[in-house]
């Protein structure tokens, strides 16, 4: 498994009902361990703790706290101790009550403390767990690789959607839309699109959310930005409504005006040339 895939499991688990007979394994297969690793784990073939947990060689040791919410930190201290934690080699140690969530990489030292829903967040200190190894940069800041993940997600939902998106001829199509697609993600969060998430809120205010005219939406954003350029030659005013109306007769929610003049100021500043050109074709 890749981390974007264990990001994603482990996010489900976070979110699911905890059963505590079930975790230490729902854990394991999220970092990729096979069934039949797991089964022989259920059977206590290769199964070594001494805390009434899990502890796979080389790997983890894992107790859940069941017998009164609000003992993680005593269950991590007794999993440190154990005289198997250390003899079975185990890279970390990871206490829970289904609440909280205390671990260990006894390597390092570092510690991670958090509560359960919040442990898709903190996923990246497990990645060694999987082969993976990570920048701290990586490690201390999952939102990247969550990220990823939600990109991921709309590429396959994508070619699920519209399966002709998938060839030859129309791949490169479908990845300069991913392109800009992240651009837009990008300015609203670094504020070149003016105004708080601008595009999502635009598109979730002007689309149905079955999508049935999501891409009627996208092409009013080029169509905006044109008007936008002739507006500034031939007048433009705004109703009271807060829809911007041009004299060529575009007329366009001021949000999507905002994020076409963000577009067309960002390409005049950036030597693009004509912003006809270079966002014209955005849809």
Same mark, same amino acid.
């Given at each position: 498994m890749n981390a974007v895939e264990i990001e994603e499991a482990v996010s489900d688990l976070a979110q699911q009902p905890f059963d505590a007979n079930e975790f230490p394994f729902a854990f394991l297969a999220? =970092?990729?361990n096979k069934e039949a690793t797991i089964k022989r784990l259920r059977s206590g073939n290769t199964n070594k703790s001494d805390v009434s947990g899990i502890l796979q060689r080389n790997n983890i040791h894992i107790a859940v706290a069941?017998?009164?919410?609000g003992q993680t930190v005593e269950t991590l201290a007794r999993l440190k101790a154990s005289p198997l934690t250390d003899r079975q080699k185990a890279q970390f140690i990871l206490a829970t009550d289904g609440a909280q969530v205390e671990a260990e990489e006894i390597g390092s030292g570092e510690v991670l403390s958090c509560r359960y829903d919040e442990f898709g967040n903190n996923f990246g200190s497990f990645l060694p767990l999987a082969g993976i190894s990570t920048l701290a940069e990586v490690k201390n800041n999952p939102i990247y690789i969550k990220a990823t993940s939600r990109l991921n997600r709309l590429y396959v939902q994508l070619l699920k959607d519209n399966a002709d998106w998938g060839s030859a001829d129309k791949r490169a199509d479908l990845n300069r839309f991913m392109a800009r697609m992240i651009f837009c993600f990008f300015a609203e969060d670094t504020g070149i699109f003016q105004g708080d +998430?601008? =595009?999502?809120?635009?598109?979730?205010t002007m689309t149905?959310? +079955?999508?049935s005219n999501t891409a009627?939406?996208?092409v009013a954003l080029p169509q905006a930005a044109v008007g936008l350029l002739l507006a500034g030659a031939r007048g433009a005013t705004w109703r009271s409504d807060e829809t911007f109306r041009c004299q060529i007769g575009y007329s366009f929610p001021s949000s999507i005006v905002r994020i076409a003049s963000a577009r067309v100021s960002t390409a005049s500043r950036s030597g693009f040339g004509s912003p006809f050109i270079s966002f014209a074709s955005f849809a």
């Open positions: 999220a =970092f990729g069941v017998a009164e919410v +998430d601008l =595009f999502t809120t635009t598109v979730q149905e959310a +079955d999508g009627a939406a996208f």
